[in-house]
């Protein structure tokens, strides 16, 4: 009876006592209960549909094998990132008798910087929101996807995508891309519908995901781009290939060890950021290692708040690409504050003189070969104008060449083995910035998902870019970096560059050309007025015995590249 009695005061005790908390807490809106926390949801996703096209494949899934002749199924065509086309139907004796075989009209103005991807008579390539498949002889559409954001990035003013990686197992065939609202998916080849979208991101803080990624031994690779927003760090991320789940994620910022040290320490007001990725990767499969290019440290323009090499940025990282665990890297610049990203790619090149090396282009204008073994650089040879590049960046503004939209882009070199040459574009587009110095401190003030450059005019973060520009095509002997032949372009040239086996050089510009070299000396062969700037893909590719040339036409780019561009296209040629 006693012990009855104590158990109804002790009963009575806690409901005296959690009774008003509970009714304070919902009164005051506190949540520092846990009971009364809300449970845990997902974040929003965009929603997203697939629409048929009249060439939509209704026999079934495409073929699981991929062809290594006919077809292109990553950004660069191989993992060794070297864009090279084994196709040789196509030569310096015939090609001027290309002709157009079809046109896909996308009916909508795109920043197309897609690379394009050419699997079983398929072509896929993307816009920001969209991806494409149609068939690759008659450019009917397959189908297409369409997404919408959920949340809209806060600052994405590019409204870039650069396409797609696709992998033919271990199961079935996936697609995968990334999207600016800071997700990968991954989407069925055949059908256009969505297999999986994983988050990888939060485009709240300024992350973006516009780079092509690259998909290997059931893994999806791919990082972030934002590294000129405050507080943004990039980083390379692998994903399960069959469910999107989150393998690993390495910073590209040195957080640990003695690479740490390369930076000042971390605060709330000067974070250590930058290092972000926007292009695409390169992979040695014989090794297992993933090779990413990195960009600039933040703030772009102030290098006295962040003394010190800062690892791992202005490099190509190397990764253990099951693990996600560090291999080597090669810091190309050591310590910039001009916006100088590693901007292209890697490739992994095997010469004619027994190196193999690891070639790197970058914004500072110069393409970098690195000994892939020792990390000796072996050349750095110059392919834009530089001008003025240590003059200090003060309050009263310095002019310098290459500017933030100089060097080497999103598009970089092309290496036949034929000729033992890499083909680069490249772009002369000078910039004045004027910064707060290293004495204003005060004035630096970073605002989440914003650029955090150093600039001291609100309205230009990047500086002011001059009216002039124009670009080249560089042939370089990829042993010793010599100079063999040089196209100079009206224009920039940021479009592909694809060297074939039939040692013809295709490119594009941004009058619009779509041209053809020979590769061994550079003699113009063909050109074809596209009708709109060209900053996309250009690739070759086989279907029932027929070599095609597809380039990806249009691109809308009123603040970047201060380009209006009609809606865009993707062209495709075959000899008559």
Known sequence: MEMQSRRTSFRSLVARTCLPLVVLAVASGCSYLVFLKPASVPRKKGSSSTARGPAFAAEGAPRVAINADADWPMYNRGYDGTRFSPLAQITTSNVATLAPACTFPLGVKANLQTGIVAVNGTLYFTTATDTYAVDATTCALRWRHGYDYDP?????????????AYLAGPDRPRLFRGANDGRVMALDPATGDELWS??????????????????????????????????????LMAFDAKTGGRLWSFDLVAENGKAAQSWPPGTERFPKVGGASWTSYALDTATGVVYTPTGNAAPDFISEVRPGRNLYTYSVVALDAREGTLKTFYQLLEHDYHDWDIAAAPSLVPTRGGQHLVIAAGKDG????TDQATGRRVFATVVSTIENIDAPLTGKGARFCPGVNGGVEWNGPSFSPHTNMLYV????????????????PGKLKGKEALPWTGSNALRTPFGANELARRGWLTAIDADDGSIKWRYASPTPLIAGVTATAGDVVFTGDLQGNILAFDAKDGHELWRYAAGAPIGGGVITYQVGGTEYLAVAVGINSPVGWKLESPPGRVLVFKLR
């Open 198 to 235: 994983a988050v990888a991101g939060d485009p709240a803080t300024g992350e973006t995901f516009p780079a092509a990624p690259i998909a290997w031994n059931g893994m999806v690779f791919m990082g972030n781009a934002g590294g000129d927003n405050f507080a943004v760090k990039g980083r």
């Open 366 to 369: 110069h393409v970098y070969g």
């Open 425 to 440: 574009g490249s772009v002369d587009w000078c910039t004045t910035l004027a910064t707060y110095g290293a004495d204003q």
């Open 152 to 164: 809209t990035p806060p600052f994405d003013p590019n409204k870039v995508n650069r396409g797609l």
